[in-house]
């Protein structure tokens, strides 16, 4: 005796909800990318027509005031002072021992903060990066 069933059942498999769900998610990763800022203070750094090739993951940030800033990757800057950036740096060096930190420093900030900052890198033996901003055509 053969059963007959009343409700056929549809093999076929509709994509037009899958298509929604990527095409918002889409949208929001698009969105989210550009909010991100990697360096929100107000530096205004010289410029050069010579850029580095290597991406640090740490950075030092002296604004025109000569506040200065430390983040680490894709943190947020975050205000420091000279002794706390000498544990930042050792902190960095525990992280990474082969990354570069860079120095993003104002245009008008004296010579001699920079040099300082370059000689407590080079005293616990960190590479440094000064950053530049590209030449204007």
């Known amino acids: 005796m053969a059963i007959k069933r009343r409700h056929r059942i549809n093999p076929n498999f509709s994509m037009a909800s899958m298509t929604d769900v990527i095409f918002l998610l889409l949208i929001f990763f698009m969105v989210t990318s550009t909010v991100v800022f990697p360096n929100a203070i107000k530096v205004n750094l010289p410029q050069s027509s010579q850029q580095a090739a290597a991406k640090p993951l740490s950075r030092v940030t002296i604004d025109a005031d000569l506040n200065y800033y430390v983040a680490f990757g894709n943190e947020r800057e975050q205000p420091t002072d000279i002794d706390s950036l000498v544990d930042f740096l050792l902190k960095t060096r525990e992280r990474e021992p082969e990354m570069f ?7 008008s900030v004296p010579y001699g903060e920079v040099v300082k900052i370059l000689d407590l890198a080079n005293k616990h033996n960190l590479k440094m990066v000064l950053a530049t901003a ?4």
């Open 101 to 107: 930190v860079a120095i993003y420093a104002d245009q």
């Open 134 to 137: 590209p030449e204007r055509e």
